[in-house]
Structure formats: structure tokens, C-alpha cells
């Protein structure tokens, strides 16, 4: 059974980088195709999708995210990462990672983790 | 980007009743690219429908999907106690995807 759980801290002072990692259980993020992704959701708000990243090191960012997001992979396999750089109160929200249904970047996620909260503010 | 907007906003409804929710997309979504989400309060949404009228392993089959172009719907034939919640449609076809704002239903 594949179960994902994201890490972090929970506090982070506006312009400093937001660094989150997500930890996979029951499959590994280097084999099988799938695609690992970060959503986000803003306090009491809709779902915005952040980006991807794929066994091959291929990643793709939200355009209104692109010059400030990094998603990497850890050779352990069993990791990714987020690094937003220069965050604001705007980045304030809940972060989840998740797995594609699909082994395509057209797939809806069938497996997310529980969620972390993330607050900017100093 | 493709926006994604749901009607309506909230209900009001009683368990045993059929709801229907409502999902419009800003331009052309194949048929197979859009998802449906149920987010019950304080936990991560969860996958009910996708392809617009596959549903997920183990949901139950009083959910169900349909639609084309750019107007889909999700249906819940008889609400239980445990379907209040957040619903969220999804459009996977175009990056980056995005979601609608969601409907509350609501007891």
C-alpha cells in the first residue's frame, strides 16, 4: 500500500525558503513511471497545483510559481522535495504531496498525503 | 490556463436526498481528463471520479459522472452522513491542471 507524508517546518519568515519534504511508503519515486507532485491549498480555499517530478529527474512548475520553485528527487528513492524560495504571506497555506493515477502528466492523483500547514509570517 | 468554475457555491440537504454538482470549464475538456474530489473537513481530498465518469477504486456507486466539452456534472444518487463534504472538479488535460473552487454540501 503506497502512502505518502509530507515533513516541514510549519513556520517560516517571509523572504526566507520554504523547504518540505515528502516521504514515500510502498513504492519507490525512482521506478514505475508515476508522476510525484505538490498541490497546495490556501486557508479556507481551493486547490492550486504546484508542479511535478518524474523518476527521470524531469520536473514541470506551475508558471506562476516557475522562478521561485525547485521539486527534486532523493537517490534513496523513497523522497521528494519542495523549495520555494523568497515566500510571502500569499504562500501561507496547507501543502500535500501526491502520486498521479497514471503513469502520464495528464492523470489525476489518486494518492495524497495528509497534508502540512505552512505559515509565513515573522 | 483553464479556469474551472462549479456551481453552486453551497447546499443545504438532508441524507437520502440525490444531489447533482455542477462543473464548467473555461474551454474544451476531453472527456477524459476531468476528475472529481471529496474533502471532508481536515483531511486531504479524495478521488471519486475520473476519465468524468470512471469512478475510483472503492467509491460506492450511488457517485456517479458524466459530461462533455466543457459542462460536467457529478451526482450522488443518496446522500449519506458521511458524503458532506467539499466536492472538487479537476481538469487534467491542459498544464498546468486546475480545480474549481469547490461546493460545499452541506447538512
Known amino acids: 500500500q503506497v502512502q505518502l507524508q509530507e515533513s516541514g517546518p510549519g513556520l517560516v519568515k517571509p523572504s526566507q525558503t520554504l523547504s518540505l519534504t515528502c516521504t514515500v511508503s510502498?513504492?519507490?519515486?525512482?521506478?514505475?513511471?508515476?508522476?510525484w507532485s505538490w498541490i497546495r491549498q490556501h486557508p479556507g480555499k481551493g486547490l492550486e497545483y504546484i508542479g511535478y517530478i518524474y523518476n527521470s529527474g524531469i520536473t514541470y512548475s506551475n508558471p506562476s510559481l516557475k522562478s521561485r520553485l525547485t521539486i527534486s528527487l532523493d537517490t534513496s528513492e523513497k523522497q521528494f522535495f519542495l523549495k520555494l524560495n523568497s515566500v510571502s504571506a500569499a504562500d501561507t497555506a496547507i501543502y500535500y504531496c501526491?502520486?498521479?493515477?497514471?503513469?502520464?502528466?495528464?492523470?489525476?492523483?489518486?494518492?495524497w498525503g495528509q497534508g502540512t500547514r505552512v505559515t509565513v509570517s515573522s | 490556463e483553464i479556469v474551472l468554475t462549479q456551481s453552486p457555491g453551497t447546499l443545504s440537504l438532508s441524507p437520502g436526498e440525490r444531489v447533482t454538482l455542477s462543473c464548467r470549464a473555461s474551454q474544451i475538456v476531453g472527456s477524459s481528463y476531468l476528475a472529481w474530489y471529496q474533502q471532508s473537513r481536515g483531511q486531504a481530498p479524495r478521488l471519486l471520479i475520473y476519465g468524468t465518469s470512471t469512478r475510483a477504486t472503492g467509491i460506492p456507486d450511488r457517485f456517479s459522472g458524466s459530461g462533455s466539452g466543457t459542462d460536467f456534472t457529478l451526482t450522488i444518487s443518496r446522500l449519506e452522513p458521511e458524503d458532506f463534504a467539499v466536492y472538487y472538479c479537476q481538469q487534467y488535460v491542459s498544464p498546468p491542471s486546475t480545480f474549481g473552487p469547490g461546493t460545499k454540501v452541506e447538512i
Open positions: 510502498g513504492a519507490s519515486v525512482s521506478s514505475g513511471g508515476y508522476y
Open positions: 501526491a502520486r498521479s493515477s497514471f503513469t502520464s502528466p495528464a492523470s489525476p492523483f489518486d494518492i
